[in-house]
């Protein structure tokens, strides 16, 4: 998807030091630029977390962020039926232990939520939205979206994704037949979890 990748090259560039933290501009970034290309598109808060597992496959846990404030402690974007996000394949930047690589998230809401990646929506924002809890960033997150808008405009061709697409249970099924060691791990993962174990 050309918008994930012309928004993860302008954090990377932008944020060289904490691009990972980044998500409230990775997700207006891509809901402006969606918006441009004429999807319905909506801005969500709130908590995220998914799987991860240690490179070498032998340690795993949830990661992410929130648990259960009642303010977005993460945000991403919501499109067609689909949650648009940057934000797990940024997970292992911060993980506690050396991390599995992870994909970029397109997933498909009428698939549901697996339980190797969890988002609990606290808000969905209008398309119009100022977020007038956050002025300090609003006008470097302006910025932001402008160099991405004037990125997004001087792009020809595809730019490469920097991971692959997860869009659904067939693609984390062809990526694990690959040899990803996320894909093959999250499929172990969600054959042997209780979902009462999930933190939701």
């Known amino acids: 998807m050309r918008t994930l990748a012309i928004v993860d090259n302008a954090l990377r560039n932008e944020f060289a030091d904490d691009f990972d933290k980044r998500c409230l501009y990775a997700a207006f970034a891509v809901f402006a630029l969606l918006q441009d290309e004429g999807f319905d598109t909506r801005l969500a808060g709130g908590d995220f977390v998914a799987f991860v597992v240690a490179r070498s496959g032998g340690r795993a846990g949830l990661q992410g962020f929130g648990y259960g404030s009642d303010q977005p402690s993460h945000f991403w974007v919501e499109v067609q039926d689909t949650i648009v996000d940057l934000g797990p394949h940024y ?32 808000m969905r924002y209008d398309p119009a939205v100022q977020l007038q809890s956050f002025p300090d960033v609003m006008a470097r997150k302006d910025r932001f979206v402008a160099g991405c808008r004037a990125k997004y405009a001087a792009q020809r061709g595809q730019p490469r994704l920097p991971s692959w697409l997860l869009t659904g249970p067939v693609a984390l099924e062809l990526a694990a037949r690959e040899g990803d060691v996320w894909a093959r791990n999250a499929l172990k993962f969600a054959a042997g979890i209780d979902r009462s174990q999930l933190p939701f």
Not at 104 to 122: C, E, F, I, K, M
């Open 91 to 122: 997970l292992p930047h911060g993980s506690s232990f050396a991390a599995a690589a992870m994909p970029l998230v397109a997933w498909q809401l009428s698939d549901g939520l697996p339980v190797y990646l969890r988002y609990r929506t606290h």
